[in-house]
């Protein structure tokens, strides 16, 4: 079983992260229904490289080492009980022949279900991983999303964009790109409080 992390392939999960602060938000709401929008050039508008904000979020470069270490003890518990069905499988080839018809075919039935049951634990430990993966980028994009929000009102940013390659924005000035800016908030944010990030999924499917 070898299951790489695709983490990259996940990373487009927003193509625009948006925020309006609640002042500019009621602003307009009342120049909208009196039939005036905010004008462009009174928005200021910042944008970050998203697969940058993920891969330099410490806390993801953490959980992504703990599910991939996980993964490996996985694979390994795996290709041992594989091993074991393999040894057990060419015992009954050499020695089937000293058995009585009854019980050869009781064998036979043992190592199907036990092929069977092999099968059903490998695709439950992808089954684990794949899940651990889901809630790692899913708890990624909340904290995100949260400090996104805590950093637009800080610095009176009206709208934030995400850029993914393959995403909505083609262009954008250097001289609004906030990554490093960003990034650099939200690690000291994690590391400030480490334990209010959400914990990985409990490695339970090997113990069985």
Same mark, same amino acid.
């Given at each position: ?121 490998? @695709? !439950?430990?992808?089954?684990? &991983? +794949? ?5 790692? #980028?899913?708890?990624?994009? =909340?904290?995100?999303? *949260? ?7 800080? @610095? !009176?940013?009206?709208?934030? &964009? +995400? ?5 909505? #924005?083609?262009?954008?000035? =250097?001289?609004?790109? *906030? ?7 939200? @690690? ?21």
């Amino acid at each position: 079983m070898k299951k790489g992390l695709k983490f990259l392939g996940v990373l487009a999960f927003a193509s625009v992260l948006f925020y309006s602060c609640d002042q500019k938000t009621a602003t307009t709401t009342e120049s909208a229904s009196s039939g005036e929008g905010m004008a462009a050039e009174d928005m200021k508008v910042a944008f970050v490289y998203t697969d940058s904000v993920i891969n330099k979020y410490d806390y993801f470069k953490k959980m992504s080492e703990e599910i991939t270490s996980k993964g490996k003890r996985f694979d390994s518990d795996l290709q041992s009980r594989a091993r074991g069905f393999e040894q057990e499988v060419a015992t009954f080839q050499q020695t089937g022949g000293n058995m009585t018809p009854n019980q050869a075919r009781a064998k036979q039935d043992e190592l199907m279900q036990k092929e069977q049951n092999l099968m059903t634990y490998r @695709n !439950n430990l992808m089954q684990e &991983l +794949s899940a651990d993966e889901a809630k790692l #980028m899913n708890d990624v994009y =909340e904290q995100v999303q *949260v400090y996104i929000k805590d950093y637009a009102k800080e @610095n !009176n940013i009206d709208i934030i &964009l +995400s850029y993914t390659r393959g995403g909505a #924005m083609w262009y954008a000035t =250097e001289a609004i790109d *906030v990554t490093a800016s960003v990034v650099d908030g939200l @690690n000291k944010k994690y590391a400030a409080n480490p334990a209010g990030a959400a914990p990985a999924a409990a490695d339970s499917t090997a113990k069985k």
